[in-house]
Every structure is written in C-alpha cells, then in structure tokens.
DNA sequence: GTGGTCTAGACCACG
DNA sequence: GTGGTCTAGACCACA
C-alpha cells in the first residue's frame, strides 16, 4: 500500500484534505481498499504528494471519525472492519436531497424540461445498476 | 423585474453572490432573462433577501465582468446585448454536467441505483413539464 | 449649430458629462466652434441623443464654471469671448506632471525604457507640431 | 517579495483595487514578477499601505479571476504559470497606448508643442536607461 | 499563517 | 434614484 494509490491535485477547487477523503471512501466502496488494509503513512503521503503533512493527518482524522478508517496503535490507520451500509437505501437517498431539490431549480432556471436531465443523469449512473 | 426573480440560500456552502450570478447565467442562458432586461436594484435585492447590498453589488460587478450584464448609468444594471442566451437545449444540459457528474459520483459513493434517484428527481422537477 | 455635432457613447467609461465637456473644450480650441457661436440647447442634445436633459445641463453649467460657455439670458448658452490661453506654457505644461509622473513610472514597471515610448509619444502628438 | 513592491495613491481617481491590478498587470507583463512568484499577502499589503485587508483582497481575486494570479492554498497568491509575460517590448509598449493617447490629446487641448511634453517625460524617465 | 465571505455603515459619482 | 468604493471588524476554511 504506498502512496501513489492516492491522487491529489493541488489546484483543484476541492480542498486537499477533502479530496483524500472522498478518494478514500470510493477506494473502499470499489473494494480496491478491503477492511484491514494498511494505508499509507501522513508522512509518506505528504512527502509523496508534497503536500502540508498536517492536511494528511487531518483527512485521515476525518475519514476515521466517519467510520472509514481506524487507528492501529503503533501500526497507522487501517481500513475499517465496520460498513456504514447498514443505512436503509432510503435513509440514504435523504442524503441526496438538497443536491436533487438544487439540481431541480438549476433545470428549471435553464427552462430543461425534465426528460433530458433524467436523461443524461440515468448515463452517467450507468442505467443498468 | 422583481427582486423574487432570484433565490437566495443563506445557508448553502455556495457563497451569496456566486449564488446569485450562477443563477443569473442561468436565467439568462435559458432565456427567462433577454438581453436588455433590466434587473431589480442592489438595494431591492438586498431588502428583499436581507443580505448586505454590497454582496448584492459584487455578484453583479461580476456578472457584467463576465459579460453577463452590463451598466446602465442611473438606471442600473442590465442584461447584456452581447450575449450567449438562445442557446441550444443541449448547450444548456451542458451547464448542469458538473452537477449531474457530482450527483451521479455521490449515488455510486452511498451505493444507490439509478432507479429510485431518477424516481425522487423526476418528482422534483415535476415530471410532466 | 445642431444637436449632431457632439458625440456621445452611453456605454464608454467616460461619464456623458465629461464626454460632452471635453467635446466643447477641443471644439473651441480647434475652432469649430468660435466665441459667440450659440449652442444647441439642452433639450435639443438631450432629445437628439437620448441623454437625461440634467446631464446635458450639467456639462454647460460645468463648461461655464470653467469660462468655456457664457449664459445668455433668453438665448441659451454661447461660446465665451475670454479664453484661457493667457496662461503661459510652463504653466499649461504643469497641469500634465501627474500624468506623465504617471506615465514614467507605469513605463517602469513594465520594463520599457525612454526611448520607444517618447517616439510613440512624439508620433501621437504630430511632432511636428 | 515584501509589500513595497506595490505603489499604492490613495488619492488617485483610480481606485484601489484598480491600482493594485494594473501594476500587477504590467509588473508580469515586464517580467519584474515572474510565474511563480510569492506575492505579499494582503494582511502585510494593507498594513503597508494602510489600506483595508478586503480592497487588497477584492485586487487579488480580480487578479485571479482574469488569470494572473493563482492561489495556493494555506500559502498565498503567486504569479500565475500560465501568464503573457515575456511579452516583446511591442506589446508592452501597446499596453501604455490609452494612457499615451490620452496623454497626446490633452496636450493639444492645452496647444502645448510636442517638444516640452516629451522633454519633460524624458526627464521623469531618466533618459539614459 | 493564508485568503474568503459577510455585515454595517459611510461617502461619492452619475443621471 | 442608480451602482462604486472604502472602512472596520467579525467569522470561516484551509494548510
């Protein structure tokens, strides 16, 4: 497990310590990471990527206080054991709604009729799943 | 060209007046607001909202920046003639992709399929229109 | 004298009073426009031109101030007998030592020395003037 | 790259903000400030100046906005990578154009002859260089 | 430490 | 009436 499992782009408007979370989370929802897989070290990471050490620690910190990752004293972070799938998919489509409830002002600003949105948005959820 | 043409959530992670002028290339850009529109005033904007007039005023500082509206000496701030609007249905999805790709990279991220996102979204938007 | 002989560009930087202004002042030092000549009347340029009749007012009243026009009672305005060329050289050249202050360092700072802008400068104002 | 760097006049019909930018402008375009470069932060800026952090600021973001500066986050704004510097002298001089036209005009305003004009200005450059 | 956003309120320029 | 600029000061996000 190094470091260049992680991408990180500096000049993106997401901020960096948000961009290894979210990366994080999908590695481990894509079963690339698997529950007890070691990660890298803050320090490999930063020195890898250049970035702010402190920023590493922070994301890992973060991901961890969501259940994503545990802290194996004196071994680093690992991936949890613990899923947060237990939500019921309705629990977990609520988490969606102010994004859809924008997303349905920002069509109708644009006068898009709703056929082509859902549309579009069915291809890009890869309709068969 | 009241001040109710636009909606503003003080509570969103976007900022006010970024709020405000992506709404206005909206608008714009789906043809709700044609060139030479005049829009309501800083200051009715600000009561209306009861934001800052000054926010008010940097978002359409930007937007004329932009080329989006433009100054009318004592009158105030207009739709600029120079402008993208009319543009094609495809053109305007267009400007919802980054949404719809975010939306679509969240509902993978918690694991829903497309179906009952396309059920929730397609309800929002009113799925006759 | 009609109302077409200003120019007047709503759109420019330039406030309308200052355009109509600065008009006057080259008119009369180029002759077009000679002491006693009557001018169109505030209702005429502003109907002519599309303008707000203040704004017109204002800039006679600004010319005035400044010895350009003259009032006469029931007529309108004139051009002014008096002229400010009484002024010797040195001093006229004094009123343009913010500018070319201005100009010195500006050219400075983008790395530009004497030379190319002096000519530039020279072919600008007819050097052989 | 201490804040001294930025000649501020308050006094100016220009604006702050503006000031800010146009130096910034033509410091890049000279290529005194090259891609890359730290520039002072807007707390030592204003300090310096005595000039409010937030019309430092609002210089900066316009500055970034039309692609001269970029952020790096935690750290500041620097020179932008993809910038025109290494302009040739043509270009730079064009950039004195309005300002050198300006100035040509309000000379024959003033019936001052080209000579003591350019005289005067070769003077403030110090003709040598 | 960095910049970003917003507020409240003043004053100015323009029409 | 319109928008523009600036200030003083607060709070937040990010590294």
């Not at 994080?24 to 930063?46: E, H």
């Not at 250049?50 to 991936?79: F, Q």
Request: positive net charge; proline residues 6%; glycine residues 8%.
């Amino acid at each position: 497990m190094d470091a260049s499992l992680l991408t990180i782009q500096p000049t993106s408007a997401e901020p960096i310590y948000r961009q290894i979370v979210e990366q994080l989370r999908r590695l481990i929802a894509g079963g690339q990471l698997v529950p007890g897989d070691l990660l890298p070290s803050v320090r490999d990471v930063a020195g890898f990527h250049a970035v702010n050490p402190m920023t590493v620690s922070r994301a890992y910190s973060l991901a961890e206080s969501e259940g994503l990752l545990e802290r194996l004293r004196g071994r680093g972070m690992a991936v949890a054991a613990i899923t947060r799938s237990a939500q019921t998919p309705g629990q977990r489509l609520a988490l969606l709604e102010p994004q859809l409830a924008a997303l349905a002002r920002q069509a109708r600003e644009l006068e898009l009729s709703a056929e082509p949105v859902l549309q579009r948005l069915s291809k890009l959820m890869g309709n068969g799943k």
